[in-house]
Nanobody
Framework: QVQLVESGGGLVQPGGSLRLSCAASGTIFTFNSMGWFRQAPGNERELVATITVRGGTTTYGDSVKGRFTISRDNVKRTVDLQMNSLKPEDTAVYYC???????????WGQGTQVTVSS
């Protein structure tokens, strides 16, 4: 059974940094792409960043470009999100998503809370 587990969330002051990590239960090559999405109260879930597992091609949501960086480690079986210059509007639950190569099925982690506040 495929499982994705996020870690690294927490409380940080505006302008600070956090690093989120998403660990897969098996090889991340199970997935064609992996990524991070977020959802704030009252808002729809939105794209933060994605990365293709084999090629490493990345995409970013407009609101995080230049501040966030997504990366993958095929040995550690993780996909990380480095978040810099955090703003209060980055406050949300952050979810890891993987899209399986074989059939396009989507898998989600349980989410990790990120709160940016002074």
């Amino acid at each position: 059974q495929v499982q994705l587990v996020e870690s690294g969330g927490g409380l940080v002051q505006p302008g600070g940094s956090l690093r989120l990590s998403c660990a897969a239960s098996g090889t991340i090559f199970t997935f064609n792409s992996m990524g991070w999405f977020r959802q704030a109260p009252g808002n729809e879930r939105e794209l933060v960043a994605t990365i293709t597992v084999r090629g490493g091609t990345t995409t970013y949501g407009d609101s995080v470009k230049g501040r966030f960086t997504i990366s993958r480690d095929n040995v550690k079986r993780t996909v990380d999100l480095q978040m810099n210059s955090l703003k209060p509007e980055d406050t949300a639950v952050y979810y890891c998503k993987g899209v399986r190569w074989s059939d396009g099925s989507a898998y989600w982690g349980q989410g990790t809370q990120v709160t940016v506040s002074s």
